[in-house]
């Protein structure tokens, strides 16, 4: 009978390992295929191709500025050829004479500079300064009336007074 009772205890122990496998198994393909599941897959795909794009862009953006920054300094190099060749021309066909020579190339100065002795000039007021420190000043309101002169002329209104704050 021992034969018996332990296959049966070995049985009993399978049964139990097998429920704890299955249980654990069906846990596992649960979470798999719950709609939460998919929702996080989905989001991590999501998360994925928005990261590509947004490396392929950065990518894009420093491709664009380097051929922008190459292509730049292939202009300024044939600028100063070009510039450097009707340089020479002038320079030859006006045997030195010319306005424009090698030797001035270096040394050059803008000719638009203001000098030094205009530089300092004032600009003009735009108003008139007074001559004395009760004198009204050209933007008081009654300056260029004269009252005396509107008191004599009965035949116009008069001016309203205004107080003297300034």
Known sequence: ???????QTIVIIAGVALFVVGLGLGVLFGRRSSPAAKRQREAELKLDQ????????EDDVV??????????????????DVHNH??????????GRGPVSLERLGDARD???IPAHLAEV??????AP?????????LNEEFGID???????????????????E
Request: glycine letters at 4%.
């Open 130 to 138: 007074k001559t004395s420190p009760g004198e009204k000043g050209m």
């Open 111 to 113: 000719e638009s500079e």
């Open 86 to 95: 009707l340089a020479r021309g002038a320079s030859s066909l006006c045997k």
């Open 63 to 80: 491709e664009h500025f380097t051929d922008t920054a190459r292509l730049l300094n292939t202009l300024t190099e044939q600028y100063r």
């Open 50 to 57: 928005v990261l590509q794009d947004k490396k392929a862009y």
């Open 147 to 165: 009252r005396k002169k509107a008191e004599k002329t009965p035949d116009k209104p008069a001016p309203k007074a205004v107080p003297d704050d």
């Open 1 to 7: 009978m021992e034969t018996l009772q332990y296959s």
């Open 122 to 127: 004032r600009p003009p007021l735009d108003y």
